[in-house]
């Protein structure tokens, strides 16, 4: 065993605060440059700026007309106008300097020339009428922007107006990235398009193969050349040996290892003033440690506070549970049905990329907290302005592809429209249906009592109505199979077979009721079936175990088989409906998507698909008819 | 009088609806180019982007351990350890595939190798347990982003993670602005900032003399290199002639004149499906339409909805008059006083560039309204984060220099917090605290009766007290004169020569009161001061005058005066004290500013503006007192 004389498990903040205090001391912090105002926009003033000249710097004219001493236009009007001769009067333009011994202007449409050299006045000014005074904007001496503000748009105007011609500012931060080994391809431009939007110059390093030698000499160069210092690599710990050797031997560690998730192989080391960090190589811990670590510490640089994170309440919609030993960040969408703003959690692997990019907000969970239930209220720091929210449609329920579809039909015709879809199956969506969580839910839950779809479950569950089932599409479900069909498939029976490995959907959700139905029909114990207990959350995602050889057959839809190239043994053709509460179908955006459905550009997009039929999608389905009141 | 065939007062939304519609109409669309995915951050999509490959693209490993079937873990433990030979196990490191016929990972804490090719295992483990599905992340098909999304770095990471290399976006417009003959210098730096930060490319012409011929070259010029152009010109009707010709000419125009205010003088006009937009000069006026105008059609052009703005109600601390002919835009500082957001009105000249630096919100008061009373409760498009505005100390009252200067210093040693000072005179202040819209009152009130400064106003308008008097500095009230004193003036009397221009503060101010009362005690009559009745806000506008030539005399402080290099005749030494409410008074931003008031950097800085005695400042006066008590 290793002993290490630093820490391997620190709690985010309080190595944070270290971190800080330690650069502090040794000395991090940014440069002052002098440059051109007209190059200053978006810079951090270094000190106070006071502007130089007055602006307007004499008194000028706000009209066009003519200028005069007040005085001579008294009691002039429409009935009685004053005729006044040159050099009575001077013309002037907007912006025009005010000529001396005049002390106001009379609007052109006040006027009327008799010849060039006289003019009748038909409104009397009274002095400084029409006139911006000497300073009206800018007194010279007064300060025009503090220290350690940032210098947006009108600031770079005022400052011009106030006679500045340059201004001192705080350097950018040079913030070089050095991947090392087996560091994901993704991450350098992830990294460096997040650097230049938080206002450094990211400086990308060529990757640096997995040897002491090699890393030694690459961050030799990036501490020459660098304000920060970032090693990229595999969040192995075991990998990263080679990068803590060199970081001890050029510089020291604080701590190797964070008490948070994802981010926990983070390294916190410095050279001098030079902060030397180790991010963990998986893109969302990547990602996260930038936010966390690297953001901070810019902030520190620029004397900025940190970014107005929004905080909101928001109801989760599953549970979440967490390891007591770590601050868990777990990214959820965030989504407003009625008055009420709830989050989902999106996956948590730290490799799930695609969690960050469709997150609206992160949920801390604390160090020695086990998690939240499903409807507990937390804290949400929000991600995306609250406002969008409000413009999306939240669609929880059954899986199926034709969602995304819809979501970008949606936003790509009503640009300020937004869709999430949460695979919860078709029953999780039922149940957040009841707790008023969402507007849609997909649904296709086959009754093997009557052999219907989704009504009788509906009644069951709704007594009272107040929802709305919408039609959308049928679509065939059946075997997926690998290419070829190797093992020759032909039915569920076919299942049983020696050695295969099945991959299965969650339960709850629409398909894995068919497959437990049809297994129950043909008298199967499912315990016999390899992998029955395998179960993932879309039907692409048992396509993908398919094609990728770690499955041999799963049920699933037409369409992610065609997607994947796959074998397709028909079994039945099911009815998907949305189901949607009396409430949501009013919206407007509600509305927008029941017309979306019933576009051709719809049946196109979904002919494309392939696997389904159309049959009158966006109408009603009758549901609380008297007959059915009664059974209910 | 000319007669125009356009709209010369359109309500702006009718005129920017039309506008669009006709660009539409006449192809106002973006390209589609093909960028490489790395440089494609912040891009907008042209078309859904689907992931070509799983991520993961097979099974692997979400620790550093061993790799193995999970069957052979079966009821390992620290007592009861299970000992593998190789090939039964593979040794991997986070990331790393899973080899064929393994389907679980054993963690390294818990196993020990007994030799290089046997190991001990402690625990068991179930199938998939520490691996990463195919496709977990990413399945090959899955839609990642949709038409017209906005690319932030984390889509990056999950497109390049789901195989994309090159992905197709929107170009970006190029946006071309001609400044013509007299159009001010800053307008060219703060629109091409501006466009820069909203991803549109700026290509800013040299200034063009305001001449049809040149005018038609850099118009034709612009009209082959740029998707939408800006003429930018002085803000006077008169002068845009030549460019108002230019665009009939070439192309058409809409209509030229909107009703609004500021941005009054714009000219909408088109060459097929290229704006030509003709901003008016006056830099506030310019801003505006680019963010009323100019904003709306790039967001057209990507397709993206109107900024997330936030709209907030506040309370406003003075009316707001308005023309009910003008949609008009005034903006304002907004902050938190207790749990109410107030909002005071900044300078609403259009040339007045610092309203625009300062404001932290547009209220719009609409055509036909004629504005809003003080107390009235409006709606305000907020341009600042409003988490901001909790962390921002309001201060109202009267106006001093070293107001700037605590406000520096403030959010010097605090980049969190905020400063926002409205100057409306001592008694003014003193109302603010009463109807609870400011943390602190700059006052100076002299009362004539016995000599003191503030205590007895105070007493009177607070007699249940709830307010704290802090001391802030003693200052040097005095006739500011021009350099050399050429009038030879040396006192209040000599004010009444003949031809003497004064300039004077405005009613309520401390410093009115106190000439009020000086002119009194000599028994001279206001009525007989030429200029008495000419009102500014400040000591440096009223310095700036006199420097300026347009008056020859004003009260004021010391500091101000040596500022302009003013000769200065010394009145009188009063205080300068800081009224806060006992329930700001408790507020850490408070509390700080009194440390702040307390430094020797503070001593330092007022030392340098000169015309300052400190004695203890930022302690509390005593008013409530016993004694003072009976009096009230």
Chains 1, 2 share one sequence.
Not at 106 to 114: F, H, I, L
Not at 209 to 218: S, V
Not at 310 to 339: A, M, Q, W
């Amino acid at each position: 065993m290793t002993t290490f004389n630093y820490p391997t498990n620190a709690p985010l903040k309080e190595a944070l605060r270290k971190f800080r205090e330690l650069l502090i001391s040794e000395g991090f912090s940014p440069g002052i440059e002098t440059v051109p105002v007209d190059q200053a926009a978006y810079r951090v003033t270094s000190e106070a700026v006071y502007a130089t000249i007055c602006s307007p710097y004499r008194p000028v004219s706000t009209m066009d007309g003519i200028a005069l001493a007040a005085g001579l236009t008294y009691n002039a009007s429409d009935d009685h106008p004053v005729t006044l001769c040159k050099p009575q009067f001077v013309p002037v333009y907007t912006g025009d300097p005010i000529p001396d011994n005049c002390n106001a202007v009379v609007r052109n449409e006040d006027t009327a020339y008799e010849s060039p050299e006289t003019i009748q006045i038909f409104s009397s000014v009274s002095p400084k009428q029409n006139v911006r005074q000497i300073g009206e904007d800018i007194c010279a001496g007064e300060m025009i922007l503090g220290s350690f503000m940032e210098i947006a748009p009108a600031a770079l105007g005022a400052m011009i107006s106030g006679g500045i011609t340059e201004v001192s500012v705080l350097t950018r931060p040079v913030i070089g990235y050095i991947p090392i080994g087996a560091a994901p391809d993704s991450n350098s431009s992830m990294f460096s398009s997040t650097l230049t939007e938080w206002h450094t110059i990211p400086r990308v390093y060529p990757i640096v193969p997995d040897e002491k030698d090699e890393i030694r000499a690459a961050v030799k160069m990036a501490l020459r050349e660098c304000d920060m210092v970032l090693l990229g690599s595999g969040s192995s710990a075991g990998r990263e040996n080679n990068a803590v050797s060199v970081i001890s031997e050029l510089g020291s560690i604080l701590c190797h290892g964070l008490a948070i998730k994802p981010g926990k192989p983070t390294l916190l080391g410095y050279h001098g003033c030079i902060p030397v960090i180790g991010i963990p190589g998986n893109p969302v811990s990547g990602l996260i440690i930038l936010e966390e670590i690297v953001r901070p510490l810019i902030n520190e640089w620029y004397r900025i506070d940190h970014p107005d994170k929004r905080i909101c309440e928001v109801t989760l919609t599953k549970p979440i549970k967490s390891s007591p030993r770590y601050e868990e960040f777990v990214r959820v969408r965030v989504g407003e049905v009625g008055d009420k703003l709830i989050a989902s959690p999106l996956n948590r692997g730290s490799g799930v990329v695609t969690s960050l990019m469709k997150a609206d907000g992160l949920v801390r969970v604390p160090e020695e907290s086990t998690g939240y239930e499903a409807g507990e209220t937390v804290s949400v720091d929000l991600l995306k302005p609250i406002e969008r929210m409000s413009r999306t449609l939240v669609v929880t329920g059954s899986h199926d592809m034709l969602l995304d579809e819809l979501a970008d039909m949606l936003h790509a015709k009503y640009p300020d429209l937004y869709m999430m879809s949460s695979h919860v199956g078709s029953m999780g969506g039922l149940m957040a249906v009841k707790r008023g969580e969402t507007h849609i839910a997909g649904t296709h839950l086959f009754d093997e009592k009557n052999g219907t779809y989704n009504t009788s479950f509906i009644r069951k569950r709704f007594p009272k109505g107040n929802v709305k089932l919408i039609e959308c599409v049928y679509r065939v479900q059946g075997l997926m199979l690998p290419k070829g069909n190797p093992r020759d498939i032909r039915s569920v029976r076919d299942l049983t077979g020696k050695g295969l490995r099945y991959v299965n959907r969650q339960r709850g959700c629409g398909t894995r009721i068919l497959i437990d139905y049809l297994m129950k029909k043909e008298g199967i114990d499912t315990e016999s079936i390899y992998g029955y207990d395998h179960e993932e959350m879309t039907h692409t995602a048992v396509a993908a175990q398919i094609a990728g050889g770690t499955a041999d057959a799963g049920l699933g839809v037409m369409s992610a088989a065609r997607l994947y190239d796959l074998d397709f043994v028909p079994i039945c053709t099911e009815q998907y409906d949305l189901l949607i509460p009396d409430e949501a179908y009013e919206l407007d955006i509600v509305q927008k998507v029941l017309e979306i459905l019933k576009s051709d550009e719809f049946a196109a997009r979904i002919e494309k698909l392939g696997g389904y039929e159309l049959h009158h999608p966006g109408t009603i389905r009758r549901v609380f008819d008297d007959q059915a009141a009664k059974e209910a």
